[in-house]
């Protein structure tokens, strides 16, 4: 997918995500979300995190934390979620529709899949749906198969075939796993969905 096409998709899935977020009442923005210990405010403060992410801050975050990548994004998660309100999350939605910046070492897919996954963190809790446009699913799943650092998700389904039923993407060697590219998705960042099947499902 051609860079440009997959900012389109950021900007597209982001405002979906604002529009979304800008409807929850006082007690949904503190639902418990899909990633562990992180409320719905949680997870809306570190997606439009990205754009707004500084090298030294990063840095010295990271060495707060003692090189700990997983530790070091959770507590600027729960940090940025309890400082901002509803209102002014969704604001900086609005801010930086449309901006370029991704944080120092990623690519423009990152961001990508960070919104595709985390809309679900956010939706699925809340009895909300959100479908996730094929063609950006596939590049993000893509994305998480080829970098190992930090889902390792060769590792993790090492035996398993994934095999999209909606679109042209297959990876992986072994026991059959079908499914949406969406589900698929999930599946590859470590996420539970009831969408699947195949003869590898029991090896989950």
């Not at 370029?100 to 009895?127: E, S």
Request: charged share 25%; with cysteine; net charge neutral.
């Amino acid at each position: 997918m051609e860079t440009d096409e997959i900012w389109r998709y950021v900007d597209s899935e982001r405002a979906a995500l604002a529009d979304l977020l800008s409807g929850l009442s006082p007690s949904e923005w503190e639902t418990p979300s899909v990633c562990p210990g992180w409320t719905v405010r949680d997870v809306a403060a570190h997606v439009i995190s990205s754009p707004q992410a500084r090298a030294w801050p990063v840095v010295t975050g990271m060495i707060r934390t003692r090189g700990d990548f997983n530790r070091f994004i959770f507590e600027e998660a729960r940090r940025a979620g309890a400082q901002y309100s509803g209102e002014e999350i969704v604001a900086q939605y609005r801010q930086f529709a449309g901006s370029r910046k991704h944080p120092l070492g990623t690519t423009p897919v990152d961001p990508l899949l960070d919104v595709l996954v985390h809309t679900q963190d956010i939706a699925n809790p809340l009895g909300r749906e959100h479908r996730m446009p094929p063609d950006a699913a596939r590049a993000a799943a893509e994305r998480i198969w080829t970098k190992s650092f930090p889902f390792k998700a060769r590792k993790r389904l090492a035996g398993l075939k994934l095999i999209a039923s909606d679109i042209d993407w297959t990876v992986g060697d072994g026991q059959e796993i079908h499914g949406p590219i969406e589900a698929l998705l999930l599946l590859v960042s470590g996420r539970k969905t009831s969408k699947l099947s195949g003869a590898g499902i029991s090896r989950l």
